[in-house]
């Protein structure tokens, strides 16, 4: 694999910086018009549902009864432009929150169809394609197949979704599902929200009742509005990406309509408790403000992850997606192009972290990878990726895939630190 040839100013760093964020600045621009709408939505939530101090003390035991909690939920439904919610430490991960919307919103017997090709790893031993795990889907009696509309470069390409054999999987399918982000797929690009929109829209005119739930994982208030507003029945996610904002030390949420809330809380918790129950031990004042800063830490996020992308294009390394490019979740594929790359790329971000920095990452093998993985993070929650970090398997393109950035000015001064080590190599 030819190394990027290296053809920009970065041996002054600091000009680069500046020349970057003024080539850079309509782009910012747009970014924060988002967060601003965004923020306005959240901060009405907040207004609407007369949030107070009396919220911020849970109740302890069963947890019934808790104020703090039902307006921590109604808050968040009317951010994710859904009907109802549910926002929870207890939720172990992302992947759990996602497995309790499947057994929630699936029976045994019944068919899943996913409109985005494999999905995330995870999430193949929670379906059945991976493990033997009597408690997956496939296992319960879950019917699954998968359909990748994606043209080569890894768009997508609506028509694959009118084939016949494709409108016959639609056809009887009882949930579809749809996942927003690419997660660690190079070959497919991330799905936007008008891109649900119409893909929802199709799939309904073949199959009306199908419930649709999309993971929606690195995706929230990355765009104006959400897949709850155009079509979704759910969205599932995890506290420690976006929506936590940092704050949330644990944790996931579902939005979506009643109906189908009401029943993945019949799968979270008991039939007959539901969301009623679930002692929040002193945690909804944090997923609360998490909430509310949520918006403009992303926005950040989102600005640092377009100021990589500038740069190390500059710098002559393919980048997914491009810095002009239009974004739907906060992640940020760069080709380093060689294992020494990958490891400085790594190592300079782990040594400009905020906790454990004096720790050099080392590659290490990782359930369902074939290729040891680098993993980059200090971070103040363990494995948190709403705060910057990064990962890449070691082998060809050698890619990195960086996300997060609770500042702007981190994501900008490990930029700075990287770059000059990474233009040494060459
Ligand atoms: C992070 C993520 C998940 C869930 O992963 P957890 O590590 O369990 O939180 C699911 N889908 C996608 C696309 C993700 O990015």
């Known amino acids: 694999m030819p190394l990027p040839t290296v053809s920009c100013p970065l041996n002054n760093m600091a000009a680069a910086l500046t020349t970057a964020e003024q080539a850079l600045a309509e782009r910012f621009a747009s970014i924060h018009a988002t967060e601003y709408t965004v923020f306005e939505r959240v901060l009405s939530a907040f207004r609407a549902h007369k949030v107070s101090e009396s919220h911020f003390y849970s109740v302890s035991g069963y947890g019934h009864d808790d104020i703090g909690r ?252 491009v810095a002009a490019a239009s974004r739907t979740d906060i992640i940020q594929t760069i080709e380093l192009g060689s294992g020494d790359a990958l490891k400085t790329f790594c190592k300079v971000l782990q040594a400009n972290s905020p906790v454990d920095s004096h720790l050099t990452p080392q590659p290490d093998q990782l359930p369902g990878y074939q290729d040891p993985v680098l993993m980059a993070g200090g971070t103040f929650v363990q494995g948190s990726t709403i705060e910057l970090s990064a990962d890449g398997p070691m082998r060809p393109p050698y890619a990195a895939f960086m996300q997060g950035g609770l500042s702007y000015a981190h994501v900008r001064t490990v930029l700075a630190a990287m770059l000059p080590e990474l233009v040494k190599l060459h």
């Open 70 to 321: 039902e307006t921590l939920d109604k808050v968040a439904a009317d951010c994710f432009m859904a009907e109802a919610a549910m926002v929870r430490p207890h939720w172990v991960s992302g992947t759990h929150a996602i497995a309790t919307a499947l057994r929630g919103c699936l029976q045994p017997g019944q068919h899943m169809l996913c409109l985005t090709g494999r999905p995330y790893d995870t999430l193949e031993e929670v379906i059945g394609l991976r493990g033997k795990s009597s408690q997956s889907l496939t296992a319960w009696g879950v019917t699954y197949e998968e359909i990748a509309p994606f043209d080569d470069d890894g768009a997508l390409e609506l028509a694959q979704l009118a084939t016949e054999k494709a409108k016959a999987s639609m056809a009887k399918a009882n949930m579809l599902y749809i996942q927003r982000s690419c997660g660690y797929a190079t070959w497919r690009q991330s799905v936007s929200v008008a891109d649900i929109q119409a893909m929802v829209a199709y799939a309904k005119t073949i199959n009306p009742t199908a419930v649709v739930v999309v993971d929606n994982c690195y995706g929230e208030f990355v765009e104006a509005t959400e897949p709850t507003a155009v079509g979704a029945d759910i969205v599932v996610g995890s506290l420690i990406k976006n929506p936590g904002a940092g704050l949330a030390e644990s944790g996931g949420y579902i939005a979506g309509k009643t109906e189908w809330v009401n029943r993945c809380a019949d799968a979270w918790t008991a039939p007959g408790v539901g969301a009623k129950g679930g002692a929040m031990q002193n945690t909804t004042r944090t997923l609360l403000q998490g909430l509310f800063l949520a918006p403009s830490v992303v926005a950040s996020a989102v600005k640092g992850m377009v100021l990589a992308a500038h740069l190390f294009n500059q710098a002559g390394y393919k980048v997914s997606p």
